[in-house]
């Protein structure tokens, strides 16, 4: 898999803002809504849905974490 490529659908979004991030929220993914975005890789992923949800979950507390603090002027 090539990590690389960036996605197209992100390119262009509007920065978010950290100070509306709804941490305790976070959106909840359905196998389908993942099997559809894993067709869109190229490749092979050797990955389960309950595997990419545990990626998915601990990637989505890091973004808040980063977003929150330079919301507060840090550089993360």
């Known amino acids: 898999m090539n990590t690389s490529k960036s996605c197209p659908e992100a390119a262009g979004t509007e920065p978010v803002d950290a100070e509306h991030i709804d941490a305790e ?3 909840e993914l359905t196998d389908e ?3 559809d975005a894993m067709r ?3 490749g092979y992923l050797d990955i ?3 595997d990419f949800r ?3 979950h ?3 507390k890091h973004a808040v ?3 929150r603090e ?3 002027g840090g550089q993360r």
């Open 40 to 42: 869109h890789v190229e």
């Open 54 to 56: 545990i990626i998915y």
């Open 58 to 60: 601990l990637a989505w």
């Open 25 to 27: 929220h976070e959106p």
């Open 70 to 72: 330079r919301a507060k």
């Open 33 to 35: 809504d993942i099997l």
């Open 48 to 50: 389960s849905t309950e």
């Open 65 to 67: 974490a980063r977003l």
